[in-house]
């Protein structure tokens, strides 16, 4: 995104973004009305905000569409591996960010850790789902097991275009972006993460739930 | 931080040197906001055309059941083989017709065409916030619309199961020969443009709220801005749903779960599926499909408010209870769905809920109406062609918001569901209101958008007969409403209750559709015909106020050259008493500082009536 700025646009002056965070597109003396949040802070809750609606929809449609009936299977002990990974893995990123604010290189590290536990996470997931069908709980056995897979799928699609996102802070690293370009993608990769862990904590919640 | 302030100089005044050079990156691939709402708005038009002869062909089939056109063959290649249009044809034009025009013709020109054009000029911003973001919203629609044009072609035919496809019809290949690859790809596009929705949304909500130029308060951005960024909230919190539903029913109909499909038995055989339930996907349908049509409205009666102030030379009347207003109509829209379901056998309980919060939006939407007629009256009107057009909203509004307090009463919603009044009401409120909102803010913002005038003449000649033709068919179709005509029926001939003046009624709105129809070259021709050999347009051609009038016409990239405006004052000050002109542009100041409200500005203005004026000189 960075490059095709520089090639195609009004070139972003090269210093530091305004107090504000947003303001390469102004010039001298220039002093825009906006509101106290960075545009890509904003941005980004406000497409975390639509992500919520997405798995607000899927949850609330598992539980019409069940009715009050009691999970039908042990939840497998992966998913609680998984779950200490994604809590790492947010631990992992909140250190990062701290490093990167004192200016410590070694936040690059912190990120390389976050990455190894979401990869971690998927292999986990990978076990849970293989020991439901050793269960012979597919796809289709019970609505349970549907949206089990459904909401658990979504999410670890999410899952990997956090991945996306932390190559994209090692990307910005390795071409030796500004300081605060660098803050801002991993504020927002970070962000995202915390929302991605927050989500898979709510469905792990949704299926204990429903097994009470 | 990094390096010092010197290069943010250079960046202004080098601003005109670094735009795209090449034919792709300035035309195709363009990340300029104005660029990508053209491409947005001409390929809406175009989705919206086909749209519209989509709603001819099964025009003339209620009307003229025994027609023999071989000639449409060439619109129709299957399903019209005999020159009449089959059942099949049927069912899926009056699907497509709906699809297309609801999504892919007015929820993409309101917010990727108006939002992306007027947004940045409005605020006072260069661009986007996320210009490369916006880039892929266009073309993650445009693929969108790729696929639902291919979906027309497909040899079973495309998805045929209504705009609302409703399982089981929809999640069963063999239901009806559009349930095949058709609903498929219709699934499939309606994604793509959720994608490309979210991504346009994020774009508009972040540049209003965070690229606003100094002084541009948000109680001084003007309606459109209000409107385009309230919808652009309520895609952003509604389309998920809908995303849910459709990524639910693609693996009912593929991998045989049982979201939405009970145990049923098709053409004699048992499908293998268990407990699941049509009504869930009716819920996260609505749950968007009730925001959706307010995404339709909503900019809609911002362009409307823009130019009933300019037309009636008279400051828009209650402009925070405007803003409020469009705020509790977008809040209100999220807990309404249900009047959708009346009689989806729902708990009456449950429905005298949804009876109410349905009602309670009647408030808000005549507080607007009030304020609208406010604003007109005692008005110097200028009767232009986007001022007929704006005053043509607020008639259909009125009708078309009426016959929903009659269905918003469930007691009445029962028998008139499903009916042709339903039909009428929801053309009347949404399709007319909004494509009048858009008619209204293409012929006002043309001549900045091209640097050309639109013909007045034509364009009223274009008005009068869409606007009389309109209510030709959709004032007639109340009337098969109350006769208990039932909506998405291929043919009326076998039912005793129709009384055979139903008949009558047909024609005379498939008349008034074709007319409506004619009508609309009359504007094809004047727009290209216009952008080719138009008169050249003045910057400021309806001395108006808001900030896109202060830019040079048509807008170079960038928009502002090397300095960006300063706002002064609201965009609303016509006729202000004292003033030289009867309008003030939002960057003149006021030069006696006022007490903070709009009014008191202008009544700043008139104890030192010399002040005004000169801000404004080369507009004269
Ligand atoms: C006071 C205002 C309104 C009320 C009380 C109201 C009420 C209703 C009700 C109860 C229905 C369901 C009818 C049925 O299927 O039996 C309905 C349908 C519909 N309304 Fe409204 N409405 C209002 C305004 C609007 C507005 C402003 C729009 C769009 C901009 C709109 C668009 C629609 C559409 C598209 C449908 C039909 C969808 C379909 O079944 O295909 N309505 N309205
Ligand atoms: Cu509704």
């Known amino acids: 995104m960075v490059t095709t700025l520089e090639k195609t646009s009004i070139r972003r002056p090269i210093g530091p973004p305004p107090h504000n965070g947003n303001g390469w597109w102004w010039s001298d003396g220039d002093d825009p009305q906006a509101l106290a949040v960075p545009s890509w802070k904003l941005g980004t809750w406000l497409g975390l905000g639509t992500l919520t609606v997405l ?33 790492a893995n947010s631990v992992a990123l909140t250190i990062a960010q701290r490093r990167l604010r004192r200016k410590d290189r070694r936040f690059v590290a912190w990120l390389g850790v976050a990455a190894l536990l979401s990869i971690g996470f998927l292999i986990s997931q990978v076990a849970t789902w293989q020991t439901l069908a050793a269960q012979g709980l597919f796809f289709t056995s019970n609505p349970h097991s549907s949206f089990f897979y459904v909401l658990t799928a979504v999410h670890a699609a999410h899952v990997l275009g956090g991945l996306g996102a932390l190559v994209r802070c090692v990307y910005h690293v390795r071409v030796r972006s500004s300081f605060g370009r660098l803050r801002r993608a991993l504020g927002m990769t970070a962000t995202y993460w915390h929302f991605v862990d927050a989500v898979w904590l709510w469905i792990v919640a949704l299926f204990l739930w429903t097994s009470l | 931080m990094e390096t010092p302030n010197i290069a943010h100089a250079e960046a202004a005044v080098e601003a005109h040197h670094h735009e795209p050079q090449s034919f792709w990156t300035k035309y195709v691939f ?43 063959r060439f619109l129709m290649p299957t399903n019209m083989e005999s020159g009449t249009l089959q059942t099949p044809g049927y069912y899926m034009l009056v699907t497509m017709h709906g699809t297309i025009m609801i999504f892919f013709l007015l929820t993409a020109i309101l917010t990727g065409g108006f939002g992306n054009f007027l947004i940045p000029l409005q605020v006072g911003a260069r661009d986007m916030a996320f210009p490369f973001l916006n880039m892929l919203s266009y073309w993650f629609y445009f693929l969108s619309c790729v696929v639902v044009t291919i979906s027309l072609f497909v040899s079973t035919g495309a998805a045929s199961g209504g705009w609302t496809s409703y399982p089981p019809l929809s999640a069963l290949a063999k239901a009806t020969p559009g349930s ?33 130029a100094k002084g541009m308060t948000l109680m001084r951005m003007p309606l459109t801005v209000w409107g385009i960024i309230v919808a652009a909230v309520l895609g952003l919190f509604a389309f998920p749903a809908l995303f849910a539903g459709a990524v639910l029913l693609l693996l009912d109909r593929h991998l045989g779960t049982s979201f939405f499909l009970p145990h049923l038995v098709l053409g004699g055989e048992h499908i293998v599926r268990d407990g699941g339930s049509p009504l869930l996907w009716q819920h996260l349908f609505w749950f968007l499909g009730h925001p959706e049509v307010y995404i339709l409205i909503l900019p809609a009666m911002g362009i409307t408010s823009e130019i009933l102030s300019n037309g009636a030379r008279k400051p828009i009347f209650g402009y925070k209870v405007m803003v409020a207003s469009l705020v509790a109509i977008a809040f209100l829209s999220f807990i309404v769905w249900g009047h959708h379901m009346f009689v989806s056998g729902m708990n009456p309980w449950l429905g005298f809920a949804f009876v109410i919060t349905t009602l309670i939006i009647a408030i808000p939407s005549a507080i607007k109406t009030f304020n609208w007629l ?89 008005f009068w007969l869409t606007f009389i033709g309109s209510y030709g068919v959709f004032w007639t179709m109340h009337y098969l409403g109350f006769m208990g ?24 709105i498939t008349i008034s559709a074709l007319i409506v129809g004619a009508a609309q070259f009359i504007f ?33 990239h960038g928009n502002w050259g090397p ?38 500005a202008a009544v700043a203005v008139n104890g030192h009536g010399h002040t005004n004026g000169h801000g404004n000189g080369h507009h004269a």
């Not at chain 2, 009659?406 to 007319?432: E, K, R, W």
């Not at chain 2, 138009?534 to 009038?549: I, M, T, V, Y």
């Not at chain 2, 965009?571 to 009014?599: C, R």
Request: aromatic share 14%.
């Open chain 2, 524 to 556: 094809i021709v004047n727009f290209l015909g216009s952008w080719l050999r138009g008169k050249k347009a003045p910057d400021n051609p309806w001395q108006a106020n808001s900030l896109e009038w202060q830019a040079p016409t048509p807008p170079p």
């Open chain 2, 30 to 72: 363009s990340q300029d906001h104005k660029v990508i709402a053209m491409q947005y708005m001409i390929t809406a038009l175009v989705m919206g055309f086909i749209g519209m002869v989509m709603s001819w062909l099964f025009r003339i089939q209620l009307a003229w059941p025994d027609h023999n056109l071989p000639f449409l």
């Open chain 2, 180 to 212: 095949g690859l058709g609903q498929d790809l219709w699934l499939v596009s309606i994604a793509l443009f959720i994608v490309a929705s979210t991504m346009g949304s994020l774009n508009y909500v972040t540049t209003a709220l965070n690229m606003r």
């Open chain 2, 563 to 600: 300095k960006l405006p300063e706002v002064h004052r609201w965009p609303y000050d016509y006729s202000v008493p004292g003033a030289s002109a009867d309008f003030v542009p939002q960057t003149v100041p006021v030069e006696v500082e006022p007490s903070g409200e709009h009014h008191s």
């Open chain 2, 485 to 508: 005509m039932p909506r998405r029926y291929y043919s009326y001939d076998s039912y005793q209750f129709l009384p055979p003046s139903m008949h009558t009624l047909q024609m005379i």
């Open chain 1, 55 to 87: 798995f607000a929809a899927l949850s609330s449609a598992y539980v019409v569409r069940i009715g009050g009936e009691r999970l039908a299977f042990a939840l497998p002990a992966t998913v609680w591996l998984s779950t200490a990974l994604l809590v």
């Open chain 2, 374 to 462: 406010g604003t007109l009256w005692k008005g110097n009107i200028r009767f232009t062609t986007p001022m007929l057009y704006a005053i043509g909203f607020i008639s259909t509004f009125v009708t078309g918001g009426l016959t929903g307090l009659f269905l918003g009463n469930s007691a009445l919603d029962i028998p008139l569901h499903d009916t042709y009044f339903v039909v009428a009401h929801f053309h009347v409120v949404m399709g007319l209101s909004s494509v009048f909102g858009i008619f209204a803010g293409i012929y006002y913002w043309f001549p900045k958008m091209t640097g050309k005038m639109m013909s007045e003449r034509w364009g009223k000649v274009h």
